[in-house]
């Protein structure tokens, strides 16, 4: 491919419910831009409106249920974003059987219930897999209609809809190549690199890129500092018990230092995940499954190294850079190329972060993010029930450790006999997720997610 790289650090890290980003953030701002849509119209035209009713297809309808998608749908519809929705009460959405929603759009109210969403299978011969059809009736015709697409992460595109025209960029690059070229050549940082380009692209000041990081960085603080607050069962058919509180206090209790050290990582990438299995707000990092790696290794470095703030959004920096170039010259979505592109890039994000933060060079960085992805090829997705659950929450502390052993392993090999580049291990995911089959690309359908049941 290409093109340059012009995707915002704040469409990388964006807060919103659990627990699944493709499943519930995506769907959620697609009913929105639906609802938008809506608005739209003429206000005796939008009176002729009685029904509204949604389509999902590929693992959207697969795994819907179990990820909240219909919720979040809901929510979309009566105008709630995923980051300012109130988690509570998206969860309590359908809770009682039969419940009965008013959707107000300007002076039309439209009911609405469970059965005006449609679980509607493969959808094979869809532009792409996980696709939303929406449809406005009035009586029995067609008023207005919306084809959307949850293409991992959050992102979403509409259907027809025209790549934006990125602004011309400062540093423009399409792979860790030309990045680690521009670094290297021009004698700049990775940050103002990243940060120059941020401002075009979000058309923020530098300040204001900064407060945003902050607020990412305490939000993702704030899904571990919640997660090691609760004990009990997570939603779902599973009866899966959460583990991080337990975990942490175990933590505190081993005298063995590098136990408790370990423990404590464990602990941190845990409560995050878990508070992401419940549909709480987390920070996707790269998606919403993968969103306990980064947090868990921020914790870390903030509460046992005391690193400042100011170090820790370099960290966020770093980790952006590197889902940059996985998101554009491969995937992060797990519908598309399985569990590599979702706990193994978080993997390779918390890599990055980890060095960069360290002083280590661009080169360290980029051998430590290839390190920890390497190891994650061939991950498949396969949640059991179609929960983000098992798999995938000890995943993620599995993808945090990795993390921490491809930082070592980076910081001291030396930078330029590393064998395998970032850009060769994300072309390897690519090819990797092409050919894998699409039982182990969140349809649970394979993996996992059968042995459990039949096995
Ligand atoms: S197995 Fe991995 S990719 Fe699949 S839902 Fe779980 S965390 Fe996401």
């Not at 990775?190 to 530098?206: C, T, W």
């Not at 980790?319 to 491969?330: E, L």
């Not at 994000?349 to 920890?372: D, K, L, P």
């Amino acid at each position: 491919m290409n093109t340059f790289i012009a995707t915002s650090i704040f469409d990388i890290f964006k807060i919103g419910p659990g627990p699944s980003s493709s499943h519930t953030i995506g769907p959620m701002k697609a009913a929105l831009a639906f609802r938008r849509s809506l608005e739209r119209l003429s206000a005796d035209i939008l009176a002729q409106v009685d029904s509204l009713d949604v389509a999902l297809y590929g693992s959207l309808s697969a795994t819907g249920l179990g990820h909240g998608t219909h919720k979040a749908v809901l929510g979309g519809l009566l105008g709630w974003t995923p980051e300012g929705c109130d988690a509570d009460r998206l969860l309590a959405l359908f809770a009682k059987e039969g419940a009965e929603y008013e959707i107000v759009i300007g002076g039309c109210k439209i009911s609405f219930r469970a059965e005006n969403i449609r679980f509607a299978g493969a959808g094979e011969r869809l532009h792409y897999q996980n696709t939303l059809l929406f449809t406005a009736r009035g009586g029995d015709r067609d008023i207005q209609t919306g084809e959307y697409y949850s293409i991992g992460g959050g992102f979403i595109l509409e259907k027809g809809e025209r790549a934006r025209c990125p602004p011309e960029l400062p540093y423009p690059y399409s792979n860790m190549n030309d990045l680690r070229r521009l670094v290297e050549e021009r004698h700049c940082s990775l940050d103002d690199i990243i940060l120059a380009n941020e401002e075009k692209l979000a058309d923020r000041s530098r300040s204001e890129i900064q407060a945003g990081l902050d607020r990412i960085l305490s939000a993702m603080l704030e899904s571990v500092k919640n997660g090691l607050a609760v004990d009990g069962v997570l939603p779902g058919p599973i009866g899966l018990k959460r583990k991080a509180r337990a975990l942490h206090r175990h933590s505190r209790a081993v005298s063995d230092s590098h136990d408790r050290f370990l423990a404590a990582l464990n602990a941190y990438t845990l409560a995050a995940s878990e508070e992401n299995a419940a549909g709480r707000k987390v920070v996707t990092a790269p998606t919403s499954g993968s969103a306990g790696v980064l947090p868990g290794i921020a914790a870390l470095l903030r509460r046992h190294f005391k690193l400042p703030r100011k170090e820790l959004r370099k960290g966020l920096v770093a980790a952006a850079a590197i889902a940059f170039v996985a998101r554009h010259n491969a995937s992060i979505a797990g519908a598309e190329v399985g569990c590599q592109g979702e706990v193994g890039v978080a993997s390779a994000m918390a890599a990055a972060f980890m060095t960069h933060v360290h002083g280590g060079s661009i080169r360290q960085m980029e051998n430590s993010a290839e390190i920890a992805l390497e190891h994650h090829l061939g991950l498949t997705c396969d949640p059991v029930d179609g929960y983000v659950q098992i798999p995938c929450i000890e995943r993620n502390a599995l993808g945090a450790v990795s993390a921490y052993n491809a930082y070592i392993l980076a910081m001291v090999g030396d930078p330029l006999r590393q064998k395998v580049s970032f850009d060769q291990v994300v072309e390897a995911m690519r090819i990797t997720g092409k050919e894998m089959s699409k039982k182990y690309k969140e349809t649970a359908e394979g993996g996992l997610a059968v042995c459990t049941v039949h096995c």
